[in-house]
């Protein structure tokens, strides 16, 4: 499992306090920043952290920004992505479980770091149910090549 993480302004410390939470799970990761201090617009950090997983380079994804809504709108534009932003626990297992999400959006500026790390463990560890959801997938997939 690699994960791909990455951030806007509004997102630095969050991430950091993410990033020590994987590191206590021994989860393996890349940064892509930001970091404190730096600037960017949301758009380009999930453009850039979304190749990297729709190339294959990458298991899954966490982007932050203030809210996660633009992250996540961001990341959906990027063939083979599909983030979900989450502040709830059942989205967050939900969201891996039917809809087979590979990105987690989560709001820096709506979140405490606790609940931020429960999502991502409930993200990372539950696994796609496959069945009758994957007929679904495909048909998210069929709207993204058809438009
Ligand atoms: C940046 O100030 C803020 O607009 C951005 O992080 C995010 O919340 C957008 O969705």
Same mark, same amino acid.
């Given at each position: 499992?690699?994960?791909?993480?990455?951030?806007?302004?509004?997102?630095?410390?969050?991430?950091?306090?993410?990033?020590?939470?994987?590191?206590?799970?021994?989860?393996?990761?890349?940064?892509?920043?930001?970091?404190?201090?730096?600037?960017?617009?949301?758009?380009?950090?999930?453009?850039?952290?979304?190749? !990297?997983?729709?190339?294959?380079?990458? +298991?899954?994804?966490? %982007?932050?920004? &203030?809210?996660? *809504?633009?992250?996540?709108?961001? /990341?959906?534009?990027?063939?083979?992505?599909?983030?979900?932003?989450?502040?709830?626990?059942?989205?967050? !297992?939900?969201?891996?479980?039917?809809? +087979?999400?590979?990105? %987690?959006?989560? &709001?820096?500026? *709506?979140?405490?770091?606790?609940? /931020?790390?429960?999502?991502?463990?409930?993200?990372?560890?539950?696994?796609?149910?496959?069945?009758?959801?994957?007929?679904?997938?495909?048909?998210?997939?069929?709207?993204?090549?058809?438009?």
């Amino acid at each position: 499992m690699k994960i791909a993480i990455g951030c806007d302004h509004a997102g630095p410390a969050l991430k950091a306090e993410i990033l020590a939470h994987l590191d206590e799970k021994g989860i393996e990761y890349t940064d892509f920043g930001i970091q404190e201090g730096e600037k960017v617009d949301y758009p380009e950090k999930a453009e850039e952290v979304c190749r !990297k997983i729709a190339d294959g380079s990458y +298991d899954m994804g966490i %982007l932050i920004c &203030g809210t996660g *809504v633009g992250m996540s709108m961001c /990341a959906n534009k990027v063939k083979g992505i599909r983030a979900a932003c989450c502040s709830d626990y059942f989205s967050a !297992k939900y969201t891996r479980a039917h809809n +087979d999400a590979n990105v %987690l959006c989560i &709001g820096a500026r *709506v979140l405490g770091a606790g609940l /931020a790390a429960e999502l991502v463990d409930v993200f990372i560890e539950t696994p796609f149910e496959g069945g009758r959801h994957q007929r679904r997938i495909d048909k998210i997939t069929d709207i993204e090549n058809r438009n």
